[in-house]
């Protein structure tokens, strides 16, 4: 009985995964062919000094094991024919750029009735040679050429620092009167909408070598059920792949946005798919936010009405009429952006506040032990 409920369970998993990792194509795409090609990112193939020691340092020991059943991956799964053996993947001479790896997807909890599969997410868990490898891959593919807005998994651009730089504006506006309006943007399951034709055909046009496009490709080919879109949810290429995907998404059309220097102006902050869309006035927010859902539709990312907030800030507390899809964007007062609370009046105080209440409440728990 109980292994007849569990194979129910594992259906409706099936089930769930198929639908949300299978989004329907876009209705309309980016013309990649008038794109301007960009001189390709010499990206090495050859061997990095010490490049196996340093990838061993990111291995975390203790996690969850995929199929090879390996969790503690820098103790057990490090030394020189690893390398050895990742080197022949990225060597374009001995290696066509296929790869074949076997993975399993997990889920983790998020908030909500827990019986509602939307309400968990779930997560790639992956063996510790692919990590290895994919640790590899992302050491070689930094990309310089990354909007100055994204901080989203840059090395040298914490969440700490976007915020600063957001409440820092906040505060500039506030002190000099200067009117401000922001749209925090929220995507619709962003990293498993994108439509993966079109990541490939970007990744070609303005980025990397056809063997490490391919590489990339192959890694998305080996599924036990048929997924179709979507970045993988647990592996360390993921983020830096959307970023790419939100760059040349965000690159469409020329914004206003806010003046940032004489000759400079500032049209959002980006950290992944967390974005904050910033104008002078409403109706250059609403053209904003506009021209961000129509360039969505076109690489398979939504917009969610529901969870994007817009601020006034100022001592003006009119409420703002910005929309998505015919449905008007809630107007709030403060707003939770990458852990921090911002405010229509740049006050800190509440911030702190709920830092010190969650601290408090960490203690609390800790009590009993």
């Known amino acids: 009985m109980a292994s007849f409920f569990q194979a129910g369970k594992n259906d409706r998993w099936l089930e769930h995964f198929r639908d949300i990792l299978n989004q329907p194509n876009p ?70 750029g296929r790869l074949e790896e076997r993975r399993h997807r997990q889920t983790t909890q998020k908030k909500g009735n827990l019986s509602d599969c939307g309400n968990c997410r779930g997560i790639t868990l992956l063996s510790v040679p692919g990590k290895t490898f994919c640790v590899v891959l992302l050491r070689r593919l930094r990309a310089e050429r990354l909007r100055e807005e994204q901080a989203g998994f840059r090395s040298g651009r914490p969440c ?48 990397c070598t056809a063997t490490f496009i391919r590489i990339i490709k192959n890694l998305y080919l080996n599924s036990s059920c048929c997924i179709a879109t979507g970045v993988r949810q647990g592996c360390i290429l993921s983020p830096i792949l959307f970023n790419r995907f939100r760059h040349e998404g965000n690159d469409g059309e020329a914004r206003t946005g806010i003046s940032w220097s004489e000759q400079k102006r500032l049209t959002d902050l980006d950290f992944a798919d967390d974005i904050a869309l910033l104008a002078e006035d409403e109706n250059e927010l609403q053209q904003i936010t506009t021209c961000l859902n129509n360039e969505a539709n076109m690489i398979g990312l939504r917009i969610s009405a529901d969870k994007s907030k817009v601020i006034r800030v100022g001592f003006d507390r009119t409420q703002l009429s910005i929309n998505v899809d015919d449905t008007t964007l809630e107007t709030v007062d403060s707003f939770t952006y990458l852990g921090s609370t911002v405010t229509y009046n740049s006050d800190a105080e509440r911030d702190v506040r709920i830092r010190i209440a969650k601290a408090a409440a960490v203690f609390q728990r800790l009590q009993p032990i």
């Open 160 to 207: 700490c620092e976007q915020t600063f730089t957001l409440r820092n504006i906040i505060e500039q506006c506030v002190k000099y009167c200067q009117p401000i309006v922001i749209n925090f943007v929220d995507f619709e399951k962003a990293f498993d909408s994108i439509h993966r034709e079109s990541l490939w055909a970007i990744l070609k046009k303005v980025w």
């Open 27 to 96: 209705p309309k795409t980016y013309c990649f062919d008038d794109m301007e090609q960009i001189e390709e990112l010499d990206v090495s193939t050859g061997r990095i000094v010490k490049e196996e020691t340093v990838t061993a340092e990111c291995l975390r020991n203790r996690k969850s094991h995929g199929t090879d059943e390996i969790a503690e991956g820098r103790r057990q799964y490090n030394g020189e024919k690893t390398c050895e053996a990742i080197q022949s993947l990225l060597e374009p001479k001995r290696s066509p």
